[in-house]
């Protein structure tokens, strides 16, 4: 007998079976898909651990060469000697090498102290899993300061200052019309001192004057826009005695040395050029008739040098020196211009006897071309950075100075009261661009019961460049590098 449903049931099994096949077909491309995308995964997640790894790797590196630095600070070859790159195995705590990094090292140039580490990290296993990573170190020299002193220092009536500023003794930003303004971080190596009253390290007397000490240091962001600090560290200025005499070195080494002139001292004319005049300075001009040493200042005299009658003879023209140190000991006269040159000058008598000591004067303009860290000039003076009597009405001084045991300043030049001590005796402005370091309270204007004297306008401009490219050899605050900056490099 014939069953009539076979033919049916044989289609339904058929449509069953195309079904199944169909569903299977997609689970295993979603399956497939599934595994593809989980080895995707791993793969991404293995490189991604690749990269943290080459990324730690690659800052071991900038940390390996921070303490390579810090035992070895003028070596910029790995202790190779030889130009690199340098190649490092990172290895871990059971001796497995995990991958490298490799160092470029780029030393400082003339006058700088700034080294710049790049760091590239490499994982074994993963060659693409690189990361690179930059950073920056320096020693700070005393030119992070726009003025720095030994002895106390007082702001005034429309004084506005840029750069950070230091004493040893106390600052004191005074209540004038208008009020005087520091726009970076003043500091104090003391707590607290007395200038007639007890004051704060750092004080004002600007309306909402500060109270006195012990009470709470009140905030004046109004006078103090970046700050106020203190007790820190002092400056170490009688240390700069040893700098000298390494300077000294360097310059008889291969840089510009001369002993004692003979003479009054020496005049240095820069130029353009990459050379300089330098004379023999024979005579200086004389005191007027009419001019009194009022205040008996030690020194006092009109640290001039005349232009006729034998007062200076020619020695030469000499090229600037290779590592750009010049040292005199004798007290030199300097002025003029430079282009594109880094120097360092220093007016020191060795053995150092106070009686002895050397200064170095201004009375003419002293400049730059660029104002882009190109142009950097330094003065050392183991006594005094002076300004004479017959200076230029208008001056302008660009450079780091520093007054190693004296100070930065110019003489009282005025007569008994009611007289003038010459025609030059007021003069108009002084304009410096750079820095200035004073073991004593430097001043150019003066006035007092018998007159004014000296520069009526004063503006000085902190060199943002000096902080860790100074001028060459420049004395430094620490011998241990800072990190300026690093970073992620593509």
């Given at each position: 007998?014939?069953?009539?449903?076979?033919?049916?049931?044989?289609?339904?099994?058929?449509?069953?079976?195309?079904?199944?096949?169909?569903?299977?077909?997609?689970?295993?491309?979603?399956?497939?898909?599934l595994?593809?995308?989980?080895?995707?995964?791993?793969?991404?997640?293995?490189?991604?651990?690749?990269?943290?790894?080459?990324f730690?790797?690659?800052?071991?590196?900038?940390?390996?060469?921070?303490?390579?630095?810090?035992?070895?600070?003028?070596?910029?070859?790995?202790?190779?000697?030889?130009?690199?790159?340098?190649?490092?195995?990172?290895?871990?705590?059971?001796?497995?090498?995990?991958?490298?990094?490799?160092?470029?090292?780029?030393?400082?140039?003339?006058?700088?102290?700034?080294?710049?580490?790049?760091?590239?990290?490499?994982?074994?296993?993963?060659?693409?899993?690189?990361?690179?990573?930059?950073?920056?170190?320096?020693?700070?020299?005393?030119?992070?300061?726009?003025?720095?002193?030994?002895a106390?220092?007082?702001?005034?009536?429309?004084?506005?200052?840029?750069?950070?500023?230091?004493?040893?003794?106390?600052?004191?930003?005074?209540?004038?019309?208008?009020?005087?303004?520091?726009?970076?971080?003043?500091?104090?190596?003391?707590?607290?001192?007395?200038?007639?009253?007890?004051?704060?390290?750092?004080?004002?007397?600007?309306?909402?004057?500060?109270?006195?000490?012990?009470?709470a240091?009140?905030?004046?962001?109004?006078?103090?826009?970046?700050?106020?600090?203190?007790?820190?560290?002092?400056?170490?200025?009688s240390?700069?005695?040893?700098?000298?005499?390494?300077?000294?070195?360097?310059?008889?080494?291969?840089?510009?040395?001369?002993?004692?002139?003979?003479?009054?001292?020496?005049?240095?004319?820069?130029?353009?050029?990459?050379?300089?005049?330098?004379?023999?300075?024979?005579?200086l001009?004389?005191?007027?008739?009419?001019?009194?040493?009022?205040?008996?200042?030690?020194?006092?005299?009109?640290?001039?040098?005349?232009?006729?009658?034998?007062?200076?003879?020619?020695?030469?023209?000499?090229?600037?020196?290779?590592?750009?140190?010049?040292?005199?000991?004798?007290?030199?006269?300097?002025?003029?211009?430079?282009?594109?040159?880094?120097?360092?000058?220093?007016?020191?008598?060795?053995?150092?006897?106070?009686?002895?000591?050397?200064?170095?004067?201004?009375?003419?303009?002293?400049?730059?071309?660029?104002y882009?860290?190109?142009?950097?000039?330094?003065?050392?003076?183991?006594?005094?950075?002076?300004?004479?009597?017959?200076?230029?009405?208008?001056?302008?001084?660009?450079?780091?100075?520093?007054?190693?045991?004296?100070?930065?300043?110019?003489?009282?030049?005025?007569?008994?009261?009611?007289?003038?001590?010459?025609?030059?005796?007021?003069?108009?402005s002084?304009?410096?661009?750079?820095?200035?370091?004073?073991f004593?309270?430097?001043?150019?204007?003066?006035?007092?019961?018998?007159?004014?004297?000296?520069?009526?306008?004063q503006?000085?401009?902190?060199?943002?460049?000096?902080?860790?490219?100074?001028?060459?050899?420049?004395?430094?605050?620490?011998?241990?590098?800072?990190?300026?900056?690093?970073?992620?490099?593509?």
């Amino acid at each position: 007998m014939k069953k009539p449903f076979l033919k049916k049931e044989i289609r339904e099994r058929g449509f069953m079976l195309l079904q199944t096949l169909v569903f299977a077909s997609i689970a295993i491309v979603m399956l497939t898909g599934l595994i593809g995308w989980a080895g995707v995964s791993v793969r991404a997640a293995r490189h991604a651990f690749a990269r943290e790894q080459a990324f730690q790797i690659a800052e071991a590196g900038i940390e390996y060469y921070r303490w390579h630095l810090a035992h070895a600070p003028t070596d910029y070859q790995d202790g190779t000697g030889v130009a690199g790159p340098y190649v490092h195995n990172f290895i871990d705590v059971y001796g497995v090498t995990l991958g490298q990094f490799t160092l470029t090292i780029t030393p400082p140039y003339l006058g700088s102290t700034k080294v710049v580490v790049r760091s590239v990290g490499t994982v074994t296993g993963d060659t693409s899993a690189t990361r690179k990573v930059e950073a920056q170190f320096a020693k700070p020299s005393i030119a992070k300061y726009a003025a720095v002193t030994n002895a106390r220092v007082y702001y005034g009536t429309g004084d506005e200052v840029y750069g950070p500023i230091h004493s040893n003794t106390g600052v004191g930003f005074l209540d004038g019309n208008p009020d005087p303004i520091a726009h970076n971080t003043v500091t104090s190596a003391v707590t607290t001192w007395n200038d007639g009253a007890n004051r704060f390290g750092v004080y004002t007397t600007v309306p909402g004057a500060d109270p006195a000490p012990p009470a709470a240091v009140p905030n004046r962001p109004d006078v103090f826009q970046g700050g106020r600090q203190f007790p820190v560290p002092t400056v170490d200025f009688s240390g700069m005695t040893a700098d000298l005499s390494a300077l000294k070195t360097l310059a008889q080494a291969s840089g510009f040395y001369r002993a004692g002139s003979g003479g009054s001292g020496y005049l240095v004319e820069l130029k353009t050029n990459d050379t300089f005049d330098l004379y023999r300075v024979n005579s200086l001009l004389p005191v007027p008739n009419n001019c009194v040493n009022v205040f008996n200042q030690a020194g006092w005299g009109t640290w001039s040098v005349g232009i006729t009658g034998g007062a200076r003879t020619l020695l030469g023209n000499y090229a600037f020196p290779g590592n750009g140190i010049m040292v005199f000991e004798d007290h030199v006269w300097v002025e003029g211009m430079v282009n594109t040159a880094r120097l360092t000058m220093v007016a020191a008598q060795f053995p150092v006897n106070v009686a002895t000591y050397r200064n170095i004067i201004v009375n003419n303009n002293l400049r730059y071309t660029n104002y882009d860290g190109s142009d950097a000039l330094g003065f050392i003076a183991q006594g005094n950075f002076l300004v004479g009597l017959a200076s230029a009405n208008n001056l302008r001084i660009d450079g780091a100075i520093v007054a190693q045991n004296g100070a930065t300043f110019r003489y009282y030049y005025r007569g008994p009261t009611g007289q003038r001590c010459s025609p030059n005796h007021q003069r108009a402005s002084l304009t410096t661009y750079g820095m200035l370091a004073s073991f004593g309270q430097g001043y150019f204007y003066i006035t007092s019961s018998q007159g004014n004297s000296g520069y009526l306008s004063q503006p000085a401009s902190y060199d943002t460049n000096l902080l860790y490219a100074p001028p060459p050899s420049f004395p430094l605050l620490s011998d241990q590098y800072q990190t300026l900056y690093w970073q992620e490099v593509k």
